[in-house]
Nanobody, 123 residues
């Protein structure tokens, strides 16, 4: 199994950038499809971005395309989420997930979760 620890969240202003990190231990991030989800208060957990186990393809929710970038550093066993042009509606707890299933856009298919990191975007 794998343990995931997110970091990098915080309070930023609209239009700012932020980079989240997800450090893995126990197994390599290359053993899983790695994804980011987020959950705002009163809302369901939603898919943000993912990178295939092979590392050759990335996927994004429509509202994040062009603003967010997911990447992976195998040497550091870490997955990143670079977030640019942040909006008020990006405020949420962001979770890192490791998925064995290729249907990684659905939170129910995640096998392991991190504890989450809060991102708050203010005006």
């Amino acid at each position: 199994q794998v343990q995931l620890v997110e970091s990098g969240g915080g309070l930023v202003q609209a239009g700012d950038s932020l980079r989240l990190s997800c450090a893995a231990s126990g197994r390599t991030v290359g053993s899983y499809h790695m994804a980011w989800f987020r959950q705002a208060p009163g809302k369901e957990r939603e898919f943000v971005a993912a990178i295939r186990r092979s590392g050759d393809r990335t996927y994004y929710a429509d509202s994040m395309k062009g603003r967010f970038t997911i990447s992976r550093d195998d040497a550091k066993n870490t997955v990143y989420l670079e977030m640019n042009s942040l909006k008020l509606e990006d405020t949420a707890v962001y979770y890192c997930a490791a998925c064995l299933s290729a249907i990684f856009r659905s939170a129910i298919n995640a096998d392991y979760w991190g504890q989450g990191t809060q991102v708050t975007v203010s005006s």
